[in-house]
């Protein structure tokens, strides 16, 4: 963790504590936002990732946990993190819980 808030003496070389950031504007049908590490990106891809969250996984607190095992089913040897952060229960009813402004789910492996 520390390499990555950026501790000098524990970086190796070639190493980056620079995160990649991608400005998107949500859509209207956007449901969720998905903040992962390349250990994640690097086993799945974006529709697998899609399919994933629409299909297997309709529980919210549970979104992560299913992303992290599915990669690690896919031979995934980096560490992984997940975070999935839904914006709309209500296009799924199946997913509502108590009212809150966001439901999120965090994994890691």
Do not use: W
Not at 21 to 49: E, H, K, M, W
Not at 65 to 73: E, N, P, Q, Y
Not at 98 to 103: D, G, I, N, Q
Request: glycine content about 6%; aromatic content about 6%; charged content about 20%.
């Amino acid at each position: 963790l520390a390499r990555a808030l950026g501790g000098g003496k524990l970086r190796t070389p070639g190493l980056l504590a620079e995160p990649e950031i991608i400005s998107v504007p949500l859509q209207q049908n956007d449901v969720c936002l998905v903040l992962a590490s390349d250990g994640l990106f690097d086993s799945l891809t974006i529709p697998r990732i899609q399919y994933l969250l629409h299909q297997i996984v309709p529980v919210p607190d549970l979104a992560a946990k299913g992303l992290v095992a599915d990669a690690i089913d896919q031979g995934a040897t980096d560490n992984i993190t997940a975070l999935v952060i839904y914006f709309d229960d209500d296009q799924y009813p199946s997913r509502r819980r108590p009212p809150m402004p966001l439901s999120s789910s965090l994994d890691t492996y």
